[in-house]
């Protein structure tokens, strides 16, 4: 129901742009999220985002330099990731939360999840 793209190899420093379309189920009335996963460690929070669109939370590692947004016309939210570092290598999971309330970072809160896009930075 949920499907992350946009992944692939970029230089540091370098950007790229992460797209996560819902099927099958509305999710405009969920709080969405990114997750990131890099090998042998735990996933890990990396953007929210309100089911409205006005409110959103970032890592610390990645505030500043990456963006989420959504559109709920068209079902989909994106991550723009600018100022890319090795260390941002993973693979990034979408998820959707029916938590109403301020974006969440605990992965708990979350319900659906993509079946992720892999990152991977070179320095």
């Known amino acids: 129901q949920l499907q992350a793209s946009g992944g692939g190899l970029e230089q540091a420093g370098g950007s790229l742009r992460l797209s996560c379309a819902a099927s099958g189920r509305t999710f405009s009335s969920y709080a969405m999220g990114w997750f990131r996963q890099a090998p042998g460690k735990e996933r890990e929070f990396v953007a929210a985002i309100s089911w409205s669109g006005s409110r959103t939370t970032y890592a610390d590692s990645v505030k500043g330099r990456f963006t989420i947004s959504r559109d709920n016309a068209e079902n989909t939210v994106a991550l723009q990731m600018n100022s890319l570092k090795p260390e941002d290598t993973a693979v990034y999971y979408c998820?959707?939360?029916?938590?109403?309330?301020?974006?969440?970072?605990?992965?708990?809160?979350?319900?659906?999840w993509g079946q992720g896009t892999l990152v991977t930075v070179s320095s």
């Open positions: 998820a959707a939360s029916p938590y109403q309330g301020p974006p969440q970072s605990d992965l708990l809160m979350y319900r659906y």
